[in-house]
């Protein structure tokens, strides 16, 4: 079973920047498409956007695009969330899934919150 574990998330003002990480237990992240998810307090998890093998092709959601970049380091096997001008409408927990537009696994990590707040 693939465990996928975020990291990075944390409290920022408006404005301001996050890189959040990606990796996984026994699960070579650098075979797979990846790709990033939000979950909104009330809200379904959506799609916030997603990269190819070999970094080759990146989609974002209309939200983040031009804010957020999705990265890969195939070295060190990590997935990144670079987000930038954050709003408060970020605020959700991030989770990251194999697959480049839709889920590729039911299981999901437990995420990192990231809270956008003056």
């Known amino acids: 079973q693939v465990h996928f574990v975020e990291s990075g998330g944390g409290v920022v003002q408006p404005g301001g920047s996050l890189r959040l990480s990606c990796t996984a237990d026994?699960?070579?992240?650098?075979?797979?498409?990846m790709s990033w998810y939000r979950q909104a307090p009330g809200k379904e998890r959506e799609l916030v956007g997603g990269?190819?093998?070999?970094?080759?092709?990146?989609n974002y959601a209309d939200p983040v695009h031009g804010r957020f970049t999705i990265s890969r380091d195939d070295a060190k096997d990590i997935i990144y969330l670079q987000m930038n001008s954050l709003k408060p409408e970020d605020t959700a927990v991030y989770y990251c899934?194999?697959?480049?537009?839709?889920?590729?696994?039911?299981?999901w990590g437990q995420g990192t919150r990231v809270t956008v707040s003056s």
């Open positions: 899934n194999a697959g480049y537009w839709r889920p590729q696994f039911d299981s």
């Open positions: 026994g699960f070579t992240l650098s075979a797979y498409e």
């Open positions: 990269i190819s093998r070999l970094s080759e092709g990146r």
